[in-house]
């Protein structure tokens, strides 16, 4: 079974410029989340959708970050315009449903760099 | 303060001896705790999973979770060179926030043979 999926792997753009990040979750799987490192600092929850409904946003950074989930199965981040503190590495994370909310299967991860 | 303290190491161990790691938090909802491993330049691994108080057991892994005190451990028995990666833990609430991990820093760890 092939696990979830990110691309790209990574991504450099300057300042200003617009970044979509893809996210293929397992199959099956309800749950999706965003997730966020930026240098030095702990893995930053982002956002959870339970199929292509956002069930909490609450760690979305600012306006500049568009999540979507349309069918409820590969979800994207925009970025848009791209600031320099936006760098890091961007994980997307699925589970099965609410009951296994917390096994959460990681991706690889997109490491997104803001020259 | 953060919600979640970990160590970051690096914590160095000979190649058999046992690892022992540990998270600290202060958000008293936190039912759920998770120990992931992650490896260089890839995603995080799910190795153990505990609700509420107590220990679990899954091979050479051992979780242990105070409420309490507010503190979760993961033991690593007998270590391997494989076992050098960082490791994280995580924790959720119940209630709205099911499925929002709140993670410690991780803790490099180092196996030498």
């Known amino acids: 079974e092939a696990g979830v999926t990110q691309f790209p792997s990574h991504s450099v753009i300057e300042k200003g410029q617009t970044v979509t990040l893809r996210c293929d979750p397992i199959?099956?799987?309800?749950?999706l989340y965003w997730y966020r490192r930026v240098m030095g600092k702990e893995i930053k929850f982002l956002l959870h959708?339970?199929?292509?409904?956002?069930?909490?946003e609450s760690g979305m950074p600012n306006n500049r970050f568009l999540a979507e989930r349309t069918g409820g199965t590969y979800s994207t981040l925009k970025v848009q315009p791209a600031e320099l503190e936006d760098s890091g590495v961007y994980f997307c994370?699925?589970?099965?449903?609410?009951?296994?909310?917390?096994?959460?299967?990681f991706g690889p991860g997109t490491r997104l760099t803001v020259l | 303060q953060k919600e979640v303290e970990q160590d970051p190491g690096p914590l160095s161990v000979p190649e058999g001896a046992i690892v022992s790691l540990n998270c600290t938090y202060s958000?008293?909802?936190?039912?759920?705790f998770m120990w992931y491993r992650q490896y260089s330049r890839k995603g995080p691994e799910l190795l153990m999973y505990?609700?509420?108080?107590g220990n679990k057991e899954d091979g050479r892994f051992t979780a242990q979770v105070d409420k309490s005190s507010k503190y979760i451990s993961l033991f690593i028995r007998d270590s391997q060179p494989s076992d050098s990666a960082t490791y994280l833990c995580?924790?959720?609430?119940?209630?709205?926030?099911?499925?929002?991990?709140?993670f410690g820093a991780g803790t490099q760890v180092v196996v030498t043979p």
């Open positions: 199959s099956g799987h309800d749950n």
């Open positions: 958000n008293s909802a936190f039912q759920y």
């Open positions: 959708f339970v199929k292509e409904s956002k069930q909490d």
């Open positions: 994370a699925s589970s099965q449903d609410r009951l296994g909310a917390n096994e959460q299967f």
């Open positions: 995580a924790m959720s609430a119940m209630g709205g926030s099911w499925g929002k991990f709140q």
């Open positions: 505990t609700y509420s108080s």
